[in-house]
């Protein structure tokens, strides 16, 4: 993922958007991520959760959706309960 604490992350995004915007972006991407599961680290998904935010980036700046805010909600939320089914899945399986 590159919305979080991480200084490097925070540079792939950092053409796209001022800084003041990245930070709102980032709180949006923990509250998402923290109605599914608090317990997830988004450090250890970090590729689901970077393809995704790539892909909103994308179709935002094409100017196919006015709301970014609620496309990161929604689409890191989707990967988080992609990754929660995973790991209830792993778990009930002992995989």
């Given amino acids: 993922m590159f919305l979080y604490n ?3 992350n925070l540079e792939l995004a950092s053409p796209f958007f001022k ?3 990245l930070y709102q972006l980032s709180g ?6 923290a109605s599914i599961d608090r317990n ?12 995704a935010l790539l892909i909103v980036i994308s179709v935002y700046k ?10 990161v909600y929604t689409a890191i939320k989707r990967v988080t309960c992609s990754i929660k ?5 792993e778990e ?3 995989i």
Avoid: Q
């Avoid at 997830?40 to 393809?51: A, G």
């Avoid at 100017?63 to 609620?70: P, R, Y």
């Fill in 6 to 8: 991480s200084e490097s």
């Fill in 19 to 21: 800084s003041s915007k």
């Fill in 28 to 33: 949006i991407i923990f509250s998402s991520k």
């Fill in 40 to 51: 997830i680290v988004l450090e250890h998904h970090d590729s689901k959760n970077r393809k």
């Fill in 62 to 71: 094409k100017g196919k959706v006015e709301c970014l805010k609620l496309l």
């Fill in 85 to 89: 089914v995973k790991l209830i899945m």
């Fill in 92 to 94: 009930a399986w002992e």
